[in-house]
């Protein structure tokens, strides 16, 4: 059926979605036993690299030790709200001041990168309109908008928003476009014979068919939205775990770059298990062939 | 409801280095009010590409589709079309998936008239109780029925049924035979059918005439059987009339002999 694929946009310059983290299940055979060998073995993991740490901060003396490193995320997260001044935050309140940025510039990249994503997903105008600029941009580090955005805006935290922006924007673009041009050409046509309105198809095909897709953009986006914010801040200073990395640094702490490390690591990982949460509610069920 | 399909072609190519493939060659049919027919003929050799052209879903390279004297140019619910693969919505309710077509395809009949013949149809094909399930709680022949039910509902003139029982056990599709001619002959709008089938005894069962389709490069239709067998048939009686087995050979004949040197999806 040519003439319908016509309206079918190749995709294969997606990006390939990571692979699930859940290994194949170890054959055991209670499922308390099965928690308790893979918690053991998460251990074994932990503690083979906090040993290789140990060894290698016994040889280089500049490096911290796990216990100083953890002995530090210990201190920082008991105190995590005081607030001396702009050089002197605790860490809650730089976790926080980056999450605001993260969520601001992934919701701008949400509302910007969804409609634009079902309009290139839909039309195929609009994809060779958009596509060689998607494809062009989508390479370069978000870092690099970084001096022309605060050259335009003039501060260095709205820049750090709109370098979450631009990094957030392609692969929920790139995702909501392969979404719509997943839809089934079954679900297409069945709209088609029965003469399903926008409105209908819309809410009956589109999105139930592309939200899966569109989510799983969103979680990508978010990912690399929380990875570049802790650059972006680096590099523009003032507040934010990046800053507070940077400002550790200045200061030789190194136990604290670690501990922050440790933090933006556990704060990333609740946002994508947020995000993987939403995308099995969406995922569609298979249907029985 | 008449169809005329005057002088169809179509070519597809399946890929830009591939020449195109000419799967419907001048195809001529003629069916009047009334009338059952089924298509039959080996993979590739076009058969759900003409349902697809009849109903609209597909241009013809050359020659017109006529329903009623109006010539075809898009889907309409005049033609309701049962798929392949059932084809439902799956976040629709078995009975949202016959209600939003209904709907959406009939818009100049009143909400209750609507409702009714959606609660109509969902009640012969025996799925009022199960309306509330998903397509994913039901089985494939559940699936099946409610898509037919969707099709009767929508109250077309023309029924399009692309081989809409060929992924289902024997038992399921003979009791969906019965229902769909049940379906047909009394309780509906629908005059005419066409149907897609690659079953010899399905087609005889359910046919009035049989269009035997030819493989590429072959013309389209290669020949038209008419089935002399009474109805209501029986479909255990019907096995022992002479009539029957001579359409069988007829077919069987005909379907060996075209038997595809090339097997090619359509």
Redesign the interface.
Known sequence: ????HDDVIDLTAAPSQPPTEEGPPPPSTSPWRRRAASLGWAMAGVTVVLGLWHLAALRSPDLPTPAEGLGELWALVGDPFYDNGPNDKGIGLQLAISLQRVFTGFALAALVGVPLGLLIGASRRAWQAVNPLVQVLRPVSPLAWFPILLTVLRDAGKAAVFVVFITALWPTVVNTAAGVAGVPL??R??A??????RL?FVR??LL?DSLPSIVAGLRLSMGIGWMVIVAAEMLSGGAGIGFFVWNSYNASDLSAVIAAIVLVGAVGYTLDALFLRLGRRFS?????? | MSLEIHAVHKS???SRSTPPQHVLRGVDLTVTTGEFVSLIGHSGCGKS?LL?VV?????PDAGRVVVDGRPVT????D???V?Q????????SVLANVR??????RPDRSREVNDEHVERYLHAVGLWEHRDK???Q???GM?QRTAVA?AFA?GPKLLLLDEPFG?LDALTRAKLQAQLVGLWGQESDTETVLMVTHGIDEAILLADRIVVMANPPHASVLDVIPVPLARPRDRVTMVDDPAFREVQARLMALLTAEAPEATSAA
Do not use: C, W
């Not at chain 1, 059926?1 to 319908?4: F, G, I, K, P, Q």
């Not at chain 2, 109903?55 to 241009?59: D, I, Q, S």
């Not at chain 2, 693969?85 to 629709?92: A, D, I, Q, V």
């Open positions: 059926m040519t003439m319908l079954d679900h046509n069945v088609r014979v029965y003469r399903f309105g209908a009956h095909v139930p569609t069920e298979e249907v029985h062939r | 597809f190519a399946a590409t697809n109903a609209g879903l597909l241009r898009e889907p309409g619910p033609r309701a079309m798929f693969n059932y084809s439902l919505l799956p976040r629709l939003e077509a209904v709907k959406a395809a998903r397509p994913a039901i089985s494939g699936q969707r929508v992924a």
